[in-house]
């Protein structure tokens, strides 16, 4: 009987180890680009100017855990939310 333990969880050691060696995807790039009116604005450009909005408005950077963007194009405009409570907009 103690064989049949020893080879039981030799194979229990050998299914766990299988499960933590499995690759993660890799990360994908992303990259969004919004044209309009011969005008041209990357996601980067549009989140850095929230941020920078967010900062002249007398927060901080640090203060932000989650933002949403809603770009208006035909406004010229993006309004944002941050920490889902604190709005604003910002000309594009």
Known sequence: MVKTKKSTTK??????????T????????ENIVLEFSGRSL?????????????KNSGH???????????????????YYVINDTEQGCIDI
């Open 11 to 20: 194979t229990a050691t050998k299914a766990t180890a299988k499960k933590t």
């Open 22 to 29: 499995l690759k993660k995807p890799a990360k994908i790039k």
């Open 42 to 54: 990357s996601n980067e450009d549009l989140i850095d100017n929230v941020k920078t909005a967010w």
């Open 60 to 78: 901080t950077i640090n203060e932000i855990k989650n933002m949403s963007i809603y770009a208006k194009p035909e406004e010229f405009k993006a």
